[in-house]
């Protein structure tokens, strides 16, 4: 991982005769110009509800017609969509083009571009289809961050605080105030660290089969929740990824206090937190009926039930926790009271 936008230049300046952009409208309009060089590029639709086979067939069609080989290089420049679905797709291309990931919203940055998860959307599911490779090089610069709304920072806040609650109480209490203050500066530092959080969970268990999982905190809940609010609408305004995650992390804290100890104190404090998240959302919390189908289908689940990662304190998490539904039910309940 390399940090700095003249680092991202420099690359693409010594690889520019390789390499093919995959960006959406945005990231084009916005982000392409930095690069300061002509390269091959083109664009895939903006929105989750374009993370699909659908759009990987065209990402290949458009690589071939390139005359795309396993040298190119697939340079990723966008949010987690961008970023999941381009380097799925460029690892199923010739099986296995060179990528390279340059996320440009805070939420890829700490997230989908760091730990090797790509995959799309299959049938409403959420990363139903999907592999596990590192990219060749990921580029972290903070010029992107320049053109983002608040209300686009917060899906990256969240993940950063989910980061502090799972494992460190220090990083958890500097995020928060991202959270109270809605004009509190973002230190590059703290990226940085929420990043190593998340590497040092996938050093130790790249597949997903152990501590990794306690990444997944907040997510049961939030990609239920994320993938009902795709029927209604593609964009995925109402309810993005990280606002779904925000809610999820609240029920699966409310969980967390029935199951593996969480103090009540802390629940309230994760909640007094969230609460803007909370308020902001215009829609009615799902019911776990409407959630049902996503929630029995999400891929961590076994034989023994659905599985949760989540939290014995702020900064210890816990992982395959299977809940009751009735649990799940009561903390939904929980959730929508604080409307």
Request: net charge negative; hydrophobic share 40%.
């Amino acid at each position: 991982m390399k940090t700095g936008i003249f680092n991202l230049q420099t690359y693409v300046q010594k690889n520019q005769a390789n390499i093919i952009v995959l960006a959406d409208e945005h990231t084009m309009n916005y982000c392409y110009p930095l690069l300061l060089e002509e390269v091959s590029s083109f664009i895939v639709p903006y929105g989750e509800g374009y993370k699909n086979l659908d759009s990987c067939e065209f990402i290949w069609k458009k690589l071939t017609e390139f005359g795309a080989t396993r040298e190119t290089i697939l340079l990723c420049l966008g949010g987690g969509v961008v970023c999941d679905m381009g380097a799925f797709a460029a690892g199923c291309f010739q099986r296995g083009m060179k990528t390279v990931l340059v996320p440009t919203t805070l939420l890829a940055m700490v997230d989908a571009s760091i730990g090797g998860k790509n995959g799309v959307n299959f049938m409403g599911y959420k990363n139903y289809i999907g592999s596990f490779s590192e990219a060749e090089e990921i580029f972290i610069c903070d010029s992107f961050l320049e053109t983002l709304s608040y209300k686009e920072k917060v899906n990256g806040y969240v993940e950063m605080l989910k980061h502090g609650l799972i494992a460190d109480r220090l990083h958890y209490d500097q995020v928060k105030m991202l959270f109270l203050q809605e004009n509190q500066h973002l230190e590059d530092q703290l990226i940085l660290d929420s990043i190593a959080i998340k590497k040092n969970h996938v050093d130790q268990d790249f597949r997903d089969q152990g501590v990794r999982k306690r990444l997944n905190f907040g997510h049961t809940i939030g990609h239920a929740i994320e993938s009902y609010s795709l029927t209604i609408n593609d964009e995925n305004e109402s309810l993005s990824h990280g606002v779904s995650v925000a809610l999820g992390m609240i029920v699966e804290a409310y969980i967390s206090t029935k199951m593996v100890g969480l103090s009540k104190d802390e629940l309230h404090e994760l909640t007094m937190v969230l609460q803007r998240v909370v308020s902001g959302i215009s829609d009615d919390i799902p019911t776990y009926e409407e959630l049902k189908p996503y929630l029995i289908k999400d891929k961590k689940n076994t034989e023994q039930g659905i599985n949760c990662s989540l939290i014995a304190s702020i900064g210890e998490g816990v992982h395959d926790q299977y809940v009751d539904v009735s649990l799940i039910k009561e903390g939904l309940d929980f959730l929508a009271n604080l409307k």
